[in-house]
């Protein structure tokens, strides 16, 4: 009788939390920073690459790739990373993936969320690695950038933030981020192996 | 070109995207192809024929729509900028003023003001409008850069703009622009037998605008 009155209570609760949660327009998302999945099949690929939030408006928590082609129904893709700055998807078709958009929540006090873009490659071919066009199967790297502030905000603006390509990390020292999530699947052999090609490269 | 904003998702941001497209697609504040041709006064102005194309052309699926608002048209929809210049295109919404709605693969029919010269811009067309508590929008922008100028006789009625195409990669990387106007005596029957009028299409001059010689102005 006393547990039926407990578990009702918590059963209230917990719908009075999913209603405020579902009407309050607050972003719910779950960072996916799962290991990388086995090889599905040898015809897939791995994508990853970094984003340096440190000046950044947002905490790096979410992203999305979007596949060009082959086309598909679900062409948004949620990325997996590291919270250190990694973002890699694994088990996708040979095709082409654009960076759609990386991004986080804003801070804890903060209802605001961010979701960045990149600029086409079209006009700015420095951010040529966020289009990739994979041919065959195995690892691609779409690139290491960085947000900053641009402009400072002040009390009657905004501040502005600007994205820009980055050599630091390395792609080397990605790859060694990657290396911990690949640990004990088939992505390790060609992570290792183009760790190998860069070093001794 | 494809959009390069920055973009931060809050809730105003989401409110006046989804505004504007409620105002987009009821067709109140864009121009649109005429339906009707006894709207026009031949005195004061000229039609415009043209049509839009892309290659390869946006598909159905390929746009991402989770509005239901009339929003099933969007995959051919491209708005078209014209009269004024405004540079370099980015992500902007409205201006109904110098925008006109049209879509892709069927002519398009746009009464304009005689006397003012018709140049058009390129435009815009959405791969992605989605969102719930939160509006997540891609726009692809295809731009004619200093613009391309339709000049025509004094009297002409009706004014054949021609063909535009864009040719694009997969990534809607803007790769290739050319017009063609051989399609005018096709144009013409359908002009015809559509709207039941005897005028007869004047293939315009067309005079394509460099960039560095376009007069750049803001909104």
């Known amino acids: ?201 | 070109m494809k959009t390069t904003m920055k973009t931060t998702i809050r809730k105003s941001i989401s409110l006046l995207i989804v505004l504007s497209m409620a105002v987009f697609l009821n067709g109140c504040a864009y121009k649109r192809t005429m339906d009707d041709i006894s709207s026009v006064n031949p005195t004061n102005e000229v039609i415009f024929v043209g049509r839009i194309e892309i290659d390869p052309k946006i598909e159905k699926d390929d746009v991402k729509v989770t509005f239901a608002l009339g929003a099933s048209d969007l995959y051919r929809t491209f708005v078209m900028r014209h009269g004024e210049d405004i540079g370099e295109m980015t992500q902007y919404v409205g201006d109904s003023e110098h925008s006109a709605l049209v879509y892709t693969d069927e002519d398009f029919y746009l009464p304009f003001e005689r006397n003012e010269p018709f140049k058009m811009f390129g435009g815009y067309f959405y791969t992605q409008l989605q969102g719930g508590g939160s509006v997540q929008s891609s726009t692809v922008f295809f731009q004619l850069k200093g613009g391309l100028e339709a000049r025509y006789p004094k009297g002409a009625k009706a004014v054949y703009v021609g063909t535009i195409k864009f040719k694009r990669d997969e990534f809607y990387n803007l790769k290739n622009i050319s017009v063609s106007q051989d399609g005018l005596e096709a144009a013409q029957k359908r002009f015809q037998t559509k709207f039941k009028s005897k005028y007869t299409l004047v293939k315009a001059e067309l005079v394509r605008v460099k960039p560095e010689n376009a007069s750049k102005t803001t909104k």
């Open chain 1, 1 to 201: 009788m006393y547990s039926n009155m407990i578990s009702n209570r918590i059963l209230k609760i917990a719908i009075i939390l999913i209603l405020t949660l579902s009407t309050s327009s607050c972003l719910i998302f779950w960072t996916k920073t799962g290991d990388a999945e086995d090889y599905t099949n040898n015809k897939s690929i791995l994508v990853y690459g970094f984003l340096d939030d440190s000046e950044a408006p947002f905490s790096f928590r979410w992203g999305q790739l979007r596949q060009m082609l082959p086309k598909t129904d679900e062409p948004f893709l949620d990325v997996k990373l590291n919270k250190k700055g990694l973002f890699y998807l694994e088990n996708l078709p040979v095709g082409s993936y654009t960076i759609h958009n990386l991004g986080g929540p804003e801070g804890f006090f903060s209802n605001n969320s961010w979701r960045w873009t990149f600029p086409s490659p079209s006009d700015k071919p420095e951010f040529k690695l966020t289009e990739l066009r994979a041919t065959a199967p195995g690892i691609y790297f779409m690139g290491a950038y960085k947000i900053y502030e641009s402009r400072k905000g002040g009390f009657f603006r905004n501040a502005e933030y600007s994205s820009l390509p980055v050599d630091k990390p390395s792609e080397v020292e990605i790859l060694k981020q990657l290396l911990v999530k690949t640990h004990g699947t088939k992505w390790e052999a060609l992570v290792l192996s183009r760790i190998n090609k860069l070093t001794k490269g």
